[in-house]
């Protein structure tokens, strides 16, 4: 069976030309999935004997709410929603005074074991296909009734360990006929994997590139993110510095205060030398303190960026968002397989 809406409109064209169908089907099909049609019949203007030929060789992937939480204190609301297969994925809605951000997640599960992440914990399952991407954005919308004007892929996975599919989706989220989101109102964060940041250079999208910095001397990143042992911290800079010299935008350092760990002075000092030469935002992110996880939030925030910002870096502080809905990624995922016990598997427990 085909995934028909992780297709492009010409490949679209294609497949109805090999079902002896006008390919001009091909726009109207596309349309329709990306209203959020949730099966063939929602079509009406095809003919019927097209929408039973749809049917046998093709499916709608169409996710259902398992969970929603609604932040009594800022509105975000955060979905667990369940795919086809039984495993379970996360997508937050934040709102901010420029509009709504979606963050969506990439795959099911992570493998890049980061110390301080929940969405690690129990390992990756599997990569999300395109349309499981943009579903979370399309019924993220169609649920709340809220448009969105941009996406984050921060949530659950790595998207450049899932670089093929996250491509497609992009490509599709982009499109005209579609929800037509801007490149440049997309984030793309990564933990580091310096193959995909120069495989995304070479193609000069106007996205953004997040990166997952969180410690910028090899010693104290490698203990917290394991990425680190295979693309050191130096290897990351001379791609980033690659990254900006190719596409002229400008990469956000995400780092994740944690006490005690990479919150000094001289850790600030390293990172202003590393990006000099590019420009570069840095973001401090307030710890989520993840019950699993021993490291605890850093009481140098404002010290830090103090630091930062003398020696001229750009440095903000990242507004906490849904504090009293496990909006941490994973964390309601990570809620959901322990209450479930036994069906742990069904919800991406390996």
């Given at each position: ?55 046998e ?66 390992g990756?399952?599997?990569?999300l ?6 579903d ?38 982009h499109?005209?006929?579609?929800l ?10 990564t ?34 993110m ?12 001379d791609?980033?510095?690659r ?67 003398s ?35 069904n919800?991406?427990?390996?």
């Amino acid at each position: 069976m085909i995934d028909i809406k992780s297709m492009t409109q010409e490949e679209l064209g294609a497949l109805l030309r090999q079902l002896d169908e006008p390919a001009f089907r091909s726009s109207q099909i596309f349309a329709w999935l990306h209203r959020g049609a949730t099966s063939f019949d929602d079509m009406s203007n095809l003919p019927k004997a097209l929408r039973r030929k749809l049917e046998e060789s093709c499916y709608i992937t169409v996710p259902t709410v398992e969970r929603k939480q609604i932040s009594r204190l800022d509105g975000t609301v955060k979905y667990l929603w369940r795919l086809r297969d039984g495993n379970c994925i996360e997508t937050v809605l934040m709102h901010y005074h420029h509009g709504n951000t979606v963050c969506i997640s990439s795959q099911v599960g992570c493998r890049m074991g980061c110390a301080f992440c929940a969405s690690a914990i129990a390992g990756r399952v599997r990569d999300l296909s395109p349309s499981e991407m943009l579903d979370q954005v399309l019924f993220t919308t169609l649920d709340t009734g809220e448009d969105i004007s941009n996406i984050v892929l921060m949530g659950i996975g790595e998207p450049l360990d899932n670089l093929n599919n996250v491509l497609r989706f992009l490509e599709l989220v982009h499109h005209r006929d579609g929800l037509h989101i801007g490149m440049r109102h997309i984030s793309l964060s990564t933990c580091g994997l310096v193959p995909g940041i120069d495989a995304l250079a070479e193609l000069r999208l106007q996205l953004t590139l997040s990166v997952s910095l969180h410690a910028p001397d090899s010693e104290t990143r490698s203990r917290i993110m394991p990425v680190n042992r295979a693309y050191d911290v130096e290897q990351l800079f001379d791609a980033c510095h690659r990254y900006f010299e190719k596409t002229g935008r400008r990469i956000s350092f995400e780092y994740a205060m944690i006490d005690g760990v990479n919150d000094h002075d001289w850790q600030a000092d390293l990172i202003a030398r590393r990006i000099r030469g590019m420009p570069g935002h840095v973001n401090l992110i307030p710890l989520n303190d993840v019950v699993e996880r021993p490291l605890k939030p850093s009481r140098r925030i404002a010290a830090f960026q103090k630091r930062l910002e003398s020696h001229g870096l750009t440095a903000t502080v990242r507004r906490s968002l849904g504090g009293d809905i496990d909006a941490s990624c994973g964390q309601l995922r990570r809620r959901a397989m322990d209450e479930k016990g036994g069906a742990h598997e069904n919800l991406g427990h390996h």
